[in-house]
């Protein structure tokens, strides 16, 4: 079944610098790989996704890269302020397959002001 | 539209007690997930209903828990004779799973404390 790496756990960033999340997968069938960030007390909330046919996309200050390959993909967000300061899980499924959505451990994002 | 709805919001139980979570997923979504989450911890996978097919039981962590989804819709996820090892928050989600729109959309979570 599907295997989901990230990197790093936690992450330390000055407000205004870019962060970077980087995602492994296991299962070459996959197709659809979402980002969810959870704030403190709250639900996981989906923020981008990606699916296997495209290498980018950007949603004005966050960006997700795959690499089908080397079969890894990045949350990229740039210019990050104090309310980026979350957990960001990423995740990957076979939608065609209805495989169930493998998350990976999270990383815990904090901007320093 | 109503999202995601679990109950209830917390629950306190003995060790040794069985308790069941509610999820009502929103309406229409083919796909039901169950999550469960430990303090500061990430989202581990428990079970997966899709439409009908069998139910993707990989992941429950022990013969304690179940679950059942009824009709396609509402799901209740029992654990019985509780450790304090289940403590932590339980969370739903639901999904189309329809090729053009993949979003799982998740609920506030059942709080459940074993003591």
């Known amino acids: 079944g599907e295997n989901v790496e990230q990197h790093p756990s936690t992450l330390s960033v000055q407000e205004g610098d870019s962060a970077v999340i980087k995602c492994t997968y296991s299962?070459?069938?996959?197709?659809?790989f979402p980002w969810y960030k959870q704030e403190l007390g709250k639900r996981p909330q989906l923020i981008i996704d990606?699916?296997?046919?495209?290498g980018e996309k950007k949603d004005q200050r966050i960006a997700v890269t795959l690499n089908k390959t080397a079969k890894h993909f990045s949350l990229h967000i740039t210019e990050t302020q104090p309310e980026d300061s979350a957990v960001y899980f990423c995740?990957?499924?076979?939608?065609?397959?209805?495989?169930?959505?493998?998350f990976g451990q999270g990383t815990r994002l904090t901007i320093n002001p | 539209g109503a999202g995601v709805s679990q109950s209830p919001s917390n629950k306190v139980t003995e060790k040794g007690k069985d308790v069941e979570l509610r999820c009502d997923p929103i309406?229409?979504?083919?796909?039901l997930y169950w999550y469960r989450q430990s303090l500061g911890q990430g989202l581990e996978f428990l079970i997966y209903?899709?439409?009908?097919?069998?139910?993707?039981k990989s992941g429950l962590p022990s013969d304690r828990f179940s679950a059942e989804r009824t009709g396609g819709s509402v799901s209740t996820l029992t654990i019985q004779r509780t450790q304090q090892e289940d403590s932590a928050v339980y969370l739903c989600?639901?999904?189309?799973?329809?090729?053009?729109?993949?979003?799982?959309?998740f609920g506030q979570g059942t709080r459940l404390t074993v003591v």
């Open positions: 209903f899709q439409g009908n097919s069998a139910p993707d």
């Open positions: 989600a639901s999904s189309p799973r329809s090729p053009g729109n993949t979003e799982a959309f």
């Open positions: 995740a990957a499924t076979w939608v065609q397959g209805a495989q169930k959505l493998v």
């Open positions: 990606i699916r296997s046919n495209v």
């Open positions: 309406s229409g979504h083919t796909a």
């Open positions: 299962d070459s069938a996959s197709n659809y």
